[in-house]
C-alpha cells in the first residue's frame, strides 16, 4: 500500500491504471449482460 500510483495522462484526462482497469472490466460485464440471453428463458414449442 506504499506504492505510488500509476496514472494515465492525457490531455485534460488522468485517471490510475487500476480503475482504468476496474472500468473496463465493468463496461466489459455489463456488454455481455446485453448481449448474451438470460438462462432458462427459451421458449419451446407448445409452452407460452
Not at 1 to 7: D, G, H, P, R
Not at 27 to 46: C, D, E, I, Q, S
Request: glycine fraction near 10%.
Amino acid at each position: 500500500m506504499n506504492l505510488k500510483a500509476v496514472y494515465i495522462h492525457i490531455g485534460w484526462f488522468q485517471m490510475s491504471i487500476t480503475n482504468l482497469v476496474v472500468v473496463l472490466s465493468m463496461l466489459l460485464v455489463f456488454g455481455l449482460a446485453l448481449v448474451l440471453p438470460f438462462p432458462g428463458n427459451k421458449k419451446g414449442k407448445g409452452q407460452k
